[in-house]
């Protein structure tokens, strides 16, 4: 009777406080809410620069259709339906319906994690949850920031590991994890399957945190109550205590045999296993376009000077026309694929045929480079000469290799039917700071009468000229000019280096979109900052290639490099000073670009945004005209777009137009080049 009393009065103490906090914090939320409310109805010109994050473009989604779990594999059986429904009867039936409860709601897939832990929740049976459970794991919780600053490692939940038949140590071991792990199942999972805010976050650790703290008031009355109890209990810690120590230490994480479509060897390999705690969403474009069914290929290319980067492919192996993709500034090949089967360039290529090719410039922080000890500094000192004159050839010749090697196995007389020529069209398609550095590649390769393997150009706002623009950018500009001397051996590079601040940008972004108010003010203020451009920012900075495992960056060098574009009027390669000029282009001035566009021997289709703000319309129509005066086949056209809307907003226009001029792909023109003048790379003479 007393035991019944006293578990009442805890339980409705419990309920109380839980109904307190929650109540205060929503409070706090709608509090900060309202005030970014009230100062989003005080700024100037919101209404044009917030023009495009409404309805769905605020939201932007990658998730593919959604099939039942019997049918995640692509098959529909009913036997695996069976086996399904045999396994979850002997798991706790509460947390069977956690997908269907969210999936109304959920705007982005089901993270990593969601899978395993439907893995882990049928492998194991559910067992009464203890006091000394939810301490740990209040525990882990309030470590959690420290596991990221100080990189001290989680203890108390490593994945469990399979044990060995006989062992009673490991199999205590894994008992005891199969406890854990079904705790994260039922609290995380349970919770939510998506990927969650800082708010979600602080909701769910308060809610552990009250159930832990009222759990050991709970079995303290019990032990009071019942001292034998009490004692005997303690005993049997105090006796098991070595042996549990013993169990964590010869412990090892599962590992399950994986194989990535594309590569080489399609052997499995051995993945460690991990629960990921923190619910953020790590996908990489490789998962974007495999969870859509399209075929997906990983092509490891390394520059003459040493960096490695990552050329991704949706092949068609057959195909004798493919595309090459190239995404801008602070980008990633996931821009491309970022909307989607519908709204995507990637997929509307592929489904027109095409062998699709997504370039990653250098510029990750993890830093991928063929001397592992490479420094910060050493890796982040390149500019967008680089970018032109190292990534872009290095891509563009793997390309030709991969499509000529495979054309040739699968058509053998296709060597005769090309008198000598590549077997295979490529078409160009780039994006701002992409689209400068692919017109740097076709200068620079004809003025040293390389091959460019390219038929066609199509540049979607593209930098190179940029004296026209925004106050905030010529601040920048002065700024980056007047302070480089000093910034630039600091701040070799400009990104988020730490993965406890990349994954706290990640969380914020989707605060950003859970509270309308709060996000709206952000984008304002960005949108600010770069001189009203009204492109969806915060739905940008919410896509997963922003997350804590990596990130894109930008050099300090091609921040300044932009910063003399600016200044000088004209698209030039770096200027490394007088005496640098004449050492790496044989004059005291950088080399112009734009004095060589007669050079170009395809056609280009320059494309331009009235609304953006960033490379504003007349900075796209300086290239044209250029080009048109030294007698480039090139064409010009303008869309309602701001500067993100090429690549991640749903333009079905865009997308027509693009396919349109990729299948008018020309052969390239028999043009001599002039006489004299050979571009060295950077390191080497340059003679004139």
Known sequence: MMQRLVDNAIAVTKESVKTFTYESLNNIVRFINGVSALLLALLPGKANILEGIHGWELRPTFRGPRFPRWMENGVSSFNQLIHELSVDSDTDGSSLDYEEEYSDDDMSPSSPCSQSSRLSRSSSTPRKKTGWMWISYVFYWILLPARFLLGLPAILYRSGGTTAPGSNQLKHRSSSLNKVQFLKDHIVQRTTDRRRGVIEDLHLAIEIFIEAVFDVVHKAAHFVLHPFVALRTLFGLFSSNSNREDAYDDASEATVPTA??????AAPTERNTSFQA???????????????????????????????LLLERIPRRDSRKAVYLQHGILDSSMGWVSNGVVGSPAFAAYDQGYDVFL??????????HIDKSISSRQYWHYSINEHGTQDIPAMIEKIHQVKTAELKLSQPDIEEETNGDQPYKLCAVCHSLGGAAILMYVVTQRIEEKPHRL?????????GFHEDSSFMFSVVQYSFLLLAPLLQPLVPGIY???????????KLARDFHNYPAVGGLVQTLMSYFVGGDSSNWVGVLGIPHYNMNDMPGVSFQVALHLAQMKRAKRFRMFDYGKSGNIKFYGSPEPLDLGEYYGLIDIPVDLVAGRKDKVIRPSMVKKHYKVMKNLGVNVSYNEFEYAHLDFTFSHREELLAYVMSRCLLVEPPSKQSSPKGLKLKKKGQQVNS
């Open 260 to 265: 990535t479509l594309g590569d080489d060897d």
């Open 496 to 506: 988020i280096p730490t993965r406890f601040f990349r994954m706290l940008l990640n």
């Open 359 to 368: 370039g990653n410039f250098r510029g990750l922080v993890s830093r991928e």
């Open 278 to 308: 923190l619910n953020t969403d790590a996908r990489t474009c490789q998962d974007v376009i495999t969870e859509l069914g399209y075929p997906y290929e990983a092509i490891h290319v390394v520059t003459s000077d040493g960096y490695v």
């Open 455 to 463: 038929s066609r150009l199509v540049l979607l706002s593209p930098a």
